[in-house]
């Protein structure tokens, strides 16, 4: 089974900042990279699919990027309702999804 | 638009069953994947399984932690997925969500869920 290790698990930055979050393979997963946002009650909405495709109707402040293993989702600006719980998952081989990151507004 | 609505969760005692439905709509649903994912509270999500579509005859896969006590089916004359849950866990116990595949480009549409609780 492929393994998913996201980091960090809590991230504080205040509007305006440039956010990275990262999640690691634990073996070659080539593109097949998602990153989805939830915000809390609502089901997780996709934000960029196969590591760098940014999916209809998202921001072009969210954007990923990596290949192998090692893949980053990059928020340029933060805005205030970027404040959610971001998730990777990984569809190279079966599905897994990374732990979370949970972003706050310093 | 797509819409896809769950219902069926509720209460449950550990050994029981419990079946899921999730009605589509906006959407030619035989074309598509359709799949089971569930979220414990507080924690990530996790992949149920799946089942193909129909020029891919309608097969499922599944998670191997899930495998052998939950079965996935669909009816493409009502457009309705479901899932069937047996021999329950507390464990178990999570939102469930059903979603369209996306043919490798991610879940763009999820329902809004539906809550089991495996409890006594």
């Known amino acids: 089974d492929i393994q998913m290790t996201q980091s960090p698990s809590f991230l504080s930055a205040s509007v305006g900042d440039r956010v990275t979050i990262n999640c690691k393979a634990s073996q070659n997963i080539n593109k097949y990279l998602d990153w989805y946002q939830q915000k809390l009650g609502e089901a997780p909405k996709l934000l960029i699919y196969?590591?760098?495709s940014l999916h209809t109707g998202i921001p072009s402040r969210f954007s990923g990027s990596g290949s192998g293993t090692d893949f980053t989702l990059t928020i340029s600006s933060l805005q205030p309702e970027d404040v959610a719980t971001y998730f990777c998952l990984q569809h190279n081989s079966g599905y897994t999804f990374g732990a979370g990151t949970k972003l706050e507004l310093k | 638009e797509v819409k896809l609505l769950e219902s069926g969760g509720g209460l449950v005692q550990p050994g029981g069953s419990m079946r899921l439905s999730c009605a589509a709509s906006?959407?030619?649903?035989?074309?598509?994947?359709m799949y089971w994912i569930r979220q414990p509270a507080g924690k990530a999500p996790e992949w149920l399984g799946f089942?193909?579509?129909?020029?891919?005859?309608?097969?499922?896969e599944y998670n191997p932690s899930v495998k052998g006590r939950f079965t996935i089916s669909r009816d493409n004359t009502q457009n309705m997925l479901y899932l069937q849950m047996n021999t329950l866990r507390a464990e178990d116990t999570a939102t469930y969500y059903c979603?369209?595949?996306?043919?490798?480009?991610?879940?763009?549409?999820w329902g809004q869920g539906t809550l089991v609780t495996v409890s006594s």
């Open positions: 196969n590591t760098n």
């Open positions: 979603a369209r595949g996306g043919h490798r480009r991610g879940f763009a549409y």
């Open positions: 906006g959407f030619t649903f035989t074309d598509f994947y």
């Open positions: 089942i193909r579509n129909k020029a891919n005859g309608y097969t499922t």
